[in-house]
């Protein structure tokens, strides 16, 4: 077996572990609630750790089949992304065409260029050619009525659903200083500081968050947020080892996406005020939907990818 | 056999494109004998609900479909009574040898379920629904015990507008209210209102908004 694949399950193991210990607390919890009752709170609490489980495990197996696997788990989740934001957004008749393009043929292609390592077109297909393209699709059916808005509500679809999502797989792409092909492991350790950061600074904001930061849109606070990029500071410090960056270089990313990440949640969560949404599906239990959770991911991906092309390259 | 497999194919194609869901606000997901009634804006409309029912329902459910539709062509010949076990029907009053409300009334006294589409076309207006045909209001008469389910289906006019063949993916949820009866003495035309008023009650708020 090789580092790579060795430093994977090492990972995988870590998570387990800290699931199992969650799993544990939350069913103990449940033993203290009294026979034929059930709390709320320790339920909500269990079906949002169940669903991790699934999330982890998923990552794992993608994460262990190589690049092709991360791709195509992507290439999914950009789909599930897709169609989520969509449901929501404005959209005519006339706009059938060119949505369906974007689901079945511009999405495909982002991932396709992916895989083929095609940077320089992988940078510039949706924000330059699918922005173009679309727009001429939907006005040869001819239906000028909110027009502007129509195509701008699906270019950001395409933006934050597919382009910034397919930059995490891009990651793939980066070469090593040392020739090796643990950039991989990159991906790892992007979604783990994120998440975690997310997961701070969720539980930090409940327990002492009193200023909040946009008070109309979230209950996000500055308290929150400060916890939540320090615990992924610390925790990208501690996994500097699968990084090229060093530890407090991998400290500095993991601030870095996970301060990204959860001013991205803000934008979303501005977003859904305005669209009357309040979780944007309903698959995956407790957490509501694949935006909802990947929505500091989408954000930070851009950010993590370019500076560490052009920083650490 | 061959049935089973494409049934389940169908139901696998539709989860994946609009990741359907149902939402059993007024009723169990439970295999009781019951007419769910619909609102009718696409041909995908049947799959959709069929597709949300668990399969130890979906095998006792039939959908009420017409003749002249499903019996076209041999696909379509195979889908509809050998795949969703439709209870067809002919919509040509001139042609038709059986009677529709003896066929619909002889499949529930075998114990099926029956989903029908009492606006009896696709609605292609911007009004939430088309005036229901009598039918629902005499299979209530009739088979006063049978629990009437509305039964809303969101979204699918964006998803498959009539004239397009590709569907969009976009997420679909299928709400099921609480039943309703006929009651003693009422009306037609009254119960026909009130059933309507309970199948658009379940429509979402703003269902995504076309501009």
Same mark, same amino acid.
């Given at each position: 077996m090789d580092r790579t694949t060795l430093d994977i399950l090492l990972l995988s193991l870590g998570v387990f572990v800290l699931l199992i210990a969650l799993t544990m607390l939350g069913e103990a919890l449940r033993a203290r609630v009294p026979q034929g009752r059930t709390n709320p709170v320790v339920e909500a609490f269990m079906m949002r750790v169940n669903s991790w489980w699934a999330l982890v495990i998923t990552l794992a197996l993608a994460v262990l089949i190589g690049p092709v696997g991360v791709i195509l788990l992507f290439a999914f989740a950009s789909f599930a992304a897709l169609r989520e934001f969509l449901t929501y957004a404005r959209k005519a008749r006339a706009d059938h065409l060119s949505l369906a393009l974007a689901c079945f043929v511009i999405l495909p292609l982002q991932y396709l260029f992916v895989a083929l390592d095609w940077t320089g077109l992988l940078t510039v297909f949706i924000p330059v050619y699918a922005f173009l393209l679309l727009p001429i699709v939907s006005a040869l059916r001819g239906d000028a009525s909110d027009f502007l808005g129509r195509v701008a509500q699906t270019q950001w679809g395409l933006m934050i659903c597919i382009y910034c999502l397919s930059l995490v797989p891009a990651l793939l792409t980066f070469d090593m200083p040392d020739g090796?092909?643990?950039? *991989?492991l990159l991906i790892v350790f992007f979604i783990m500081v994120v998440q975690f950061g997310d997961l701070f600074e969720y539980y930090a904001g409940r327990q002492f968050g009193r200023r909040r930061i946009a008070p109309d849109l979230s209950p996000k606070t500055v308290e929150g947020v400060i916890a939540g990029v320090l615990a992924a500071a610390v925790i990208g410090g501690f996994l500097g +080892? *699968?990084?090229?960056?060093?530890m407090m270089g991998a400290a500095a990313m993991a601030a870095l996406a996970s301060f990204t990440g959860l001013l991205g949640s803000l934008v979303f969560a501005a977003i859904k005020r305005d669209r009357g949404?309040?979780? +944007?599906?309903?698959? *995956?239990p407790g957490h509501g939907g694949f935006l909802d959770q990947l929505d500091s991911v989408i954000f930070a991906a851009p950010v993590f990818y370019h500076v560490t092309l052009f920083v650490w390259g | 056999m061959a049935a089973r497999f494409v049934g389940h194919a169908l139901a696998l194609t539709a989860r994946f494109i609009t990741a359907v869901r149902a939402d059993w606000r007024g009723i169990e997901p439970v295999a009781k004998q019951r007419v769910y009634f619909a609102n009718h804006v696409s041909n995908a409309d049947m799959p959709m609900i069929w597709t949300v029912l668990p399969v130890h329902m979906r095998r006792q459910t039939r959908p009420v479909a017409a003749a002249d539709y499903w019996l076209k062509t041999k696909l379509r010949a195979f889908i509809g009574? #050998?795949?969703?076990?439709c209870v067809l029907i002919d919509r040509r009053p001139e042609a038709r040898s059986e009677d529709p409300m003896e066929k619909m009334l002889q499949a529930l006294d075998e114990g099926s379920s029956l989903i029908i589409f009492p606006e009896g076309n696709r609605n292609m207006t911007d009004d939430p629904l088309l005036p229901f045909r009598a039918g629902l209001y005499n299979m209530g008469r009739a088979r006063p015990h049978v629990d009437l389910v509305p039964t809303w289906v969101a979204n699918l006019n964006e998803i498959?507008?009539?004239? #397009?063949v590709i569907p969009l993916p976009l997420i679909c949820t299928v709400t099921f209210g609480e039943p309703i009866h006929v009651a003693e003495g009422e009306g037609k035309d009254a119960f026909l209102k009130r059933a309507a008023d309970a199948l658009v009650a379940l429509a979402p708020q703003e269902p995504g908004g076309r501009a």
């Amino acid at each position: 077996m090789d580092r790579t694949t060795l430093d994977i399950l090492l990972l995988s193991l870590g998570v387990f572990v800290l699931l199992i210990a969650l799993t544990m607390l939350g069913e103990a919890l449940r033993a203290r609630v009294p026979q034929g009752r059930t709390n709320p709170v320790v339920e909500a609490f269990m079906m949002r750790v169940n669903s991790w489980w699934a999330l982890v495990i998923t990552l794992a197996l993608a994460v262990l089949i190589g690049p092709v696997g991360v791709i195509l788990l992507f290439a999914f989740a950009s789909f599930a992304a897709l169609r989520e934001f969509l449901t929501y957004a404005r959209k005519a008749r006339a706009d059938h065409l060119s949505l369906a393009l974007a689901c079945f043929v511009i999405l495909p292609l982002q991932y396709l260029f992916v895989a083929l390592d095609w940077t320089g077109l992988l940078t510039v297909f949706i924000p330059v050619y699918a922005f173009l393209l679309l727009p001429i699709v939907s006005a040869l059916r001819g239906d000028a009525s909110d027009f502007l808005g129509r195509v701008a509500q699906t270019q950001w679809g395409l933006m934050i659903c597919i382009y910034c999502l397919s930059l995490v797989p891009a990651l793939l792409t980066f070469d090593m200083p040392d020739g090796s092909d643990r950039s *991989i492991l990159l991906i790892v350790f992007f979604i783990m500081v994120v998440q975690f950061g997310d997961l701070f600074e969720y539980y930090a904001g409940r327990q002492f968050g009193r200023r909040r930061i946009a008070p109309d849109l979230s209950p996000k606070t500055v308290e929150g947020v400060i916890a939540g990029v320090l615990a992924a500071a610390v925790i990208g410090g501690f996994l500097g +080892w *699968i990084t090229p960056f060093g530890m407090m270089g991998a400290a500095a990313m993991a601030a870095l996406a996970s301060f990204t990440g959860l001013l991205g949640s803000l934008v979303f969560a501005a977003i859904k005020r305005d669209r009357g949404v309040k979780d +944007w599906s309903h698959l *995956i239990p407790g957490h509501g939907g694949f935006l909802d959770q990947l929505d500091s991911v989408i954000f930070a991906a851009p950010v993590f990818y370019h500076v560490t092309l052009f920083v650490w390259g | 056999m061959a049935a089973r497999f494409v049934g389940h194919a169908l139901a696998l194609t539709a989860r994946f494109i609009t990741a359907v869901r149902a939402d059993w606000r007024g009723i169990e997901p439970v295999a009781k004998q019951r007419v769910y009634f619909a609102n009718h804006v696409s041909n995908a409309d049947m799959p959709m609900i069929w597709t949300v029912l668990p399969v130890h329902m979906r095998r006792q459910t039939r959908p009420v479909a017409a003749a002249d539709y499903w019996l076209k062509t041999k696909l379509r010949a195979f889908i509809g009574p #050998e795949v969703f076990n439709c209870v067809l029907i002919d919509r040509r009053p001139e042609a038709r040898s059986e009677d529709p409300m003896e066929k619909m009334l002889q499949a529930l006294d075998e114990g099926s379920s029956l989903i029908i589409f009492p606006e009896g076309n696709r609605n292609m207006t911007d009004d939430p629904l088309l005036p229901f045909r009598a039918g629902l209001y005499n299979m209530g008469r009739a088979r006063p015990h049978v629990d009437l389910v509305p039964t809303w289906v969101a979204n699918l006019n964006e998803i498959m507008p009539k004239g #397009e063949v590709i569907p969009l993916p976009l997420i679909c949820t299928v709400t099921f209210g609480e039943p309703i009866h006929v009651a003693e003495g009422e009306g037609k035309d009254a119960f026909l209102k009130r059933a309507a008023d309970a199948l658009v009650a379940l429509a979402p708020q703003e269902p995504g908004g076309r501009a």
